[in-house]
């Protein structure tokens, strides 16, 4: 597919529209950034919003991904469908990449147990040694909490209880958030209200 083509596309429908890049990216839960990086060619719309994108734009998914207006008798949802493919296979990925994020998750804490049992119980006269395995255990510990915690903020989004927004929220937003198990009490981007908001797989 040609990225720059399909770019000039969006930017030519998003126009026709009458919308600036701030205001289609508010349609679609987005930020106005990601919207400029699809015009100049940087990126491609993720599958999770091309729909909805192609709502907006009044075109379908196969004039989206030609870069232009296809002009077909009888058009049919093949395109259509092969996306709606593509958002199940991302779902799947994600659910996939959360059942990772709980076994390292088990495993760093594992490793920090064990390692900080051996510093305190075992049979060692010289405390700095003691020290060393401690630290040893917390290196591989933290890497693994951090990877744990980058899967939690990618895979999948959070929904807001308030309004039923679901957004992919930041590393920080998510790091900072008071949790229940996947359940994180965050600031919505929409609404701009707090409240617990859930982990799920789909925006549908």
């Given at each position: 597919?040609?990225?720059?083509?399909?770019?000039?596309?969006?930017?030519?429908?998003?126009?026709?529209?009458?919308?600036?890049?701030?205001?289609?990216?508010?349609?679609?839960?987005?930020?106005?950034?990601?919207?400029?990086?699809?015009?100049?060619?940087?990126?491609?719309?993720?599958?999770?919003?091309?729909?909805?994108?192609?709502?907006?734009?009044?075109?379908?998914?196969?004039?989206?991904?030609?870069?232009?207006?296809?002009?077909?008798?009888?058009?049919?949802?093949?395109?259509?469908?092969?996306?709606?493919?593509?958002?199940?296979?991302?779902?799947?990925?994600?659910?996939?990449?959360?059942?990772?994020?709980?076994?390292?998750?088990?495993?760093?804490?594992?490793?920090?147990?064990?390692?900080?049992?051996?510093?305190?119980?075992?049979?060692?006269?010289?405390?700095?040694?003691?020290?060393?395995?401690?630290?040893?255990?917390?290196?591989?510990?933290?890497?693994?909490?951090?990877?744990?915690?980058?899967?939690?903020?990618?895979?999948?989004?959070?929904?807001?209880?308030?309004?039923?927004?679901?957004?992919?929220?930041?590393?920080?937003?998510?790091?900072?958030?008071?949790?229940?198990?996947?359940?994180?009490?965050?600031?919505?981007?929409?609404?701009?209200?707090?409240?617990?908001?859930k982990k799920v797989l789909s925006?549908?």
């Amino acid at each position: 597919m040609d990225q720059i083509k399909i770019g000039k596309f969006i930017a030519a429908c998003r126009k026709q529209q009458h919308l600036t890049q701030m205001q289609l990216a508010e349609k679609l839960n987005i930020t106005d950034r990601a919207v400029s990086k699809w015009e100049t060619g940087k990126s491609l719309p993720d599958a999770a919003v091309m729909l909805e994108l192609c709502s907006v734009l009044h075109i379908t998914v196969n004039d989206l991904l030609n870069g232009e207006v296809v002009q077909v008798e009888n058009y049919n949802k093949e395109m259509e469908n092969t996306l709606l493919e593509m958002v199940k296979e991302k779902e799947q990925h994600d659910k996939q990449l959360l059942m990772l994020e709980w076994v390292i998750g088990i495993l760093s804490a594992l490793v920090l147990l064990i390692s900080a049992m051996i510093g305190a119980l075992a049979p060692i006269e010289k405390e700095w040694v003691r020290v060393v395995i401690v630290f040893a255990g917390l290196i591989p510990a933290f890497v693994g909490f951090f990877f744990a915690l980058k899967i939690e903020q990618v895979a999948g989004y959070y929904e807001c209880k308030a309004c039923g927004h679901k957004y992919v929220p930041t590393y920080k937003a998510v790091n900072l958030a008071p949790h229940m198990g996947r359940t994180r009490y965050m600031r919505c981007p929409q609404c701009q209200k707090k409240s617990w908001q859930k982990k799920v797989l789909s925006k549908q």
